[in-house]
């Protein structure tokens, strides 16, 4: 197997298990077919295909970068920070139910995000492009959770 193989498994790799981990996490706590739910919200086996989806395009625009050698100090930074901000947000509204708090911080996700595509579009186009997906259903998301704090309150 090449070095750069192993790159790309291992970049698609943390964030698919991330996303396992957090979904193991929530599992029992996720209430979403018991909630109302705002207009154009989609049925709850939805979720895990497009966030699967997400993370594997995650892993391979960040795969892209690393086997080129464009990954520096700053790009780990917003990388793994939206990473990270991506896996506190199920636990917030799910787990603990804090839908508003929820609200407010997947909108610091979907800053986080549009950031990393900036910062990666800036090393590579394709890396840049394939994270549109993700700031699409996190706006999406955001939308989702706001008609779900205010129908469920």
């Known amino acids: 197997m090449s070095e750069k193989t192993k790159q790309y498994i291992k970049s698609i790799l943390i964030p698919v298990i991330v996303g396992g981990v957090v979904g193991l996490l929530i599992f029992k706590s996720i209430d979403y077919n018991s909630l109302n739910k705002p207009f154009l919200a989609p049925p709850s086996i939805v979720f895990p295909i497009v966030w699967s989806i997400l993370y594997i395009l995650m892993g391979v625009s960040y795969g892209i970068l690393e086997t080129r050698d464009l990954i520096e100090d700053k790009t780990n930074?917003?990388?793994?920070?939206?990473?990270?901000?991506?896996?506190?947000?199920?636990?917030l509204f799910f787990l603990f139910?804090?839908?508003?708090?929820?609200?407010?911080?997947?909108?610091?996700?979907?800053?986080?995000?549009?950031?990393?595509?900036?910062?990666f579009f800036k090393k590579n186009k394709i890396a840049g492009a394939l994270q549109i997906p993700y700031l699409l259903w996190t706006i999406f998301a955001?939308?989702?959770?706001?008609?779900?704090?205010?129908l469920n309150k």
């Open 97 to 119: 139910k804090w839908r508003l708090i929820a609200f407010i911080w997947i909108i610091i996700l979907a800053i986080s995000v549009l950031i990393m595509i900036i910062e």
């Open 77 to 91: 930074i917003i990388y793994y920070w939206q990473l990270i901000a991506n896996a506190i947000w199920p636990i």
């Open 142 to 150: 955001i939308y989702l959770n706001f008609g779900i704090y205010i």
